[in-house]
């Protein structure tokens, strides 16, 4: 059975929620999508994520110095404009896609990037949302999503103390508490030295939260490690098969590389256990 996103919130709930990230790893065909969904569900993925915007909603048409990528990652010297062209998910394929999915027997919802994208979700009835680490300063938009009191799950990798204070703090302001801060290093991909896991406990003290991580590096280390810590959501993309190439898919884990995660994650819990001197 897969985990309900609610059961984070259950006292002593020692399941973690598993997050397959379909993001740009459809390559705008929607069967790819829809078999991208099966195999993260026969991968043992508590969900699949989708993200709701459009180049439009998100940026603007130019190539000044201004809209071209330049920060390092695998996308420098392309337009915004061009990325998220590439990227996007059509908002016409979201209902086919989200009802698909609950076929399945596996959760799906997704990241807006605009109050338009959050109507849209709620036309089509989300059980949550998720906050890009790029949004986690755009309060109004986090206010809007939290005031849908659904479960709030906020990326916090380009976010300073006070940043994320602020997120929190407009979520609380209209009553929502079910918030989750997902620990993230904004760098595609990321390095293992640079993951901090053990911020993920500072988090949970500082702002009384629970606590994940959106995971950008190679291979499985940190979601395993980040059980030990507290983890109660671990989100990672996915992909059918990296040879279909998208601009997500160096750094996303194929069905049988999920499915390792997944057992390894549920062994670690397993492993956690209980205080027992017996």
């Known amino acids: 059975m897969p985990i309900n996103i609610q059961d984070i919130f259950t006292k002593n709930s020692k399941s973690t929620f598993i997050i397959a990230e379909l993001s740009a790893n459809h390559n705008q065909d929607i069967q790819l999508a829809l ?3 099966k195999a993260a569900k026969d991968s043992g993925a508590d969900a699949i994520k989708l993200q709701t915007y459009t180049p439009d909603t998100i940026t603007i048409q130019s190539s000044k110095e201004y809209f071209t990528i330049k920060s390092g990652t695998i996308w ?5 404009y061009d990325l998220y062209q590439e990227a996007y998910t059509p908002w016409e394929w979201h209902k086919e896609l989200m009802d698909y999915a609950k076929e399945l027997d596996i959760v799906c919802f997704s990241s807006p990037f605009d109050p338009t994208a959050v109507d849209l979700l709620e036309s089509l009835q989300v059980p949550a949302y998720k906050i890009a ?4 300063t755009d309060l109004p ?3 809007y999503v939290a005031s849908k009191n659904k479960p709030i799950i906020i990326s916090t990798g380009i976010a300073t ?4 204070e602020d997120a929190v703090s407009v979520c609380r302001k209209v009553g929502n508490e079910q918030i989750i801060l997902l620990k993230c290093t904004s760098a595609y991909p990321a390095k293992i030295e640079d993951a901090n896991l053990v911020t993920m406990q500072n988090m949970k003290e500082t702002f009384g939260v629970e606590v994940g991580l959106s995971d950008h590096t190679l291979g499985i280390t940190a979601p395993i490690v980040s059980v030990a810590l507290g983890a109660k959501v671990i989100e990672k993309h996915f992909i059918l098969d990296k040879s279909i190439g998208g601009p997500d898919a160096s750094f996303s884990l194929e069905p049988h590389e999920f499915k390792a995660m997944v057992d390894a994650v549920r062994e670690a819990e397993q492993a956690l256990g209980r205080v027992d001197y017996q």
Do not use: A
Request: zero cysteines.
């Open 76 to 80: 420098d010297g392309r337009t915004l």
């Open 133 to 136: 680490s790029f949004e986690i």
């Open 141 to 143: 938009l986090i206010e």
């Open 161 to 164: 103390l006070q940043e994320i």
């Open 35 to 37: 078999d991208t969904i």
